[in-house]
């Protein structure tokens, strides 16, 4: 079946710097892709729509200028936290459409800021 | 905007023991679905129903559709300890593309 693959599974990285989480799907084209973020013990929360070649569309509440998102080829989108600070810390998941109306989930990133 | 309740978030039983999770809402969904998600994964989907009354069977599992299609129930039979892990009920948030919104989230733990 579609796998969808993220990378990296973790990252530590300092306070005030910026990371990159890839969203890649394998074997199959995905022209939009989402993000979401997860608390511990929580359930997921949609951050952003990634559309490839346009503009990212975000949710409410969700700042863009902080989580930069690049959806630059039909099969890769890059989500880039900015000046990463503690309360970033979080599991990023990404998700690409199947056959409506299922997704297809990454591994997620557990980013941990210092 | 549409939200899922999702109840109860925390469920400890006993190995053997049936439990059903519900996922509820006041919006009507076109379809729902349930997933899985072990610490440190991404969720992994358990089932799709599309058609309000619908019930689906995988193993032990029964998920049923309410006939509004505003409702969804995941029914164990006879939990065991691998059952042990995040129940996530997820509805599509309108506009296409599989854009979903996600239920609280239940946490069961089935103790041998």
């Known amino acids: 079946g579609a796998v969808v693959s993220q990378h990296p599974s973790r990252v530590i990285c300092k306070s005030g710097t910026s990371v990159k989480i890839e969203c890649r799907s394998l074997?199959?084209?995905?022209?939009?892709m989402f993000w979401y973020r997860q608390f511990p013990k929580q359930s997921l929360m949609l951050m952003a729509t990634s559309n490839e070649g346009s503009k990212a569309t975000y949710e409410q509440g969700v700042e863009k200028d902080k989580f930069l998102i690049n959806h630059a080829s039909l099969t890769l989108s890059t989500l880039t936290v900015t000046s990463a600070h503690p309360e970033d810390s979080s599991f990023y998941i990404c998700?690409?459409?199947?056959?409506?109306?299922?997704?297809?989930f990454g591994q997620g990133t557990r980013l941990t800021v210092v | 905007t549409q939200l899922l309740e999702q109840s109860p978030q925390f469920l400890s039983i006993q190995e053997g023991e049936n439990l059903t999770v519900y996922c509820n809402s006041s919006?009507?969904?076109?379809?729902l679905q349930w997933y899985r998600q072990e610490p440190g994964e991404g969720p992994v989907l358990l089932v799709t129903v599309v058609t309000g009354g619908e019930v689906k069977k995988l193993k032990r599992l029964t998920f049923q559709f309410g006939d509004a299609r505003k409702d969804s129930s995941l029914h164990i039979t006879a939990a065991q300890p691998g059952d042990t892990g995040l129940y996530l009920c997820a509805g599509d948030a309108g506009g296409g593309a599989q854009k979903l919104v996600f239920g609280q989230g239940t946490r069961l733990t089935i103790n041998p």
């Open positions: 998700s690409a459409p199947g056959v409506f109306p299922e997704a297809f």
């Open positions: 919006s009507v969904f076109s379809s």
């Open positions: 074997d199959f084209q995905a022209t939009t």
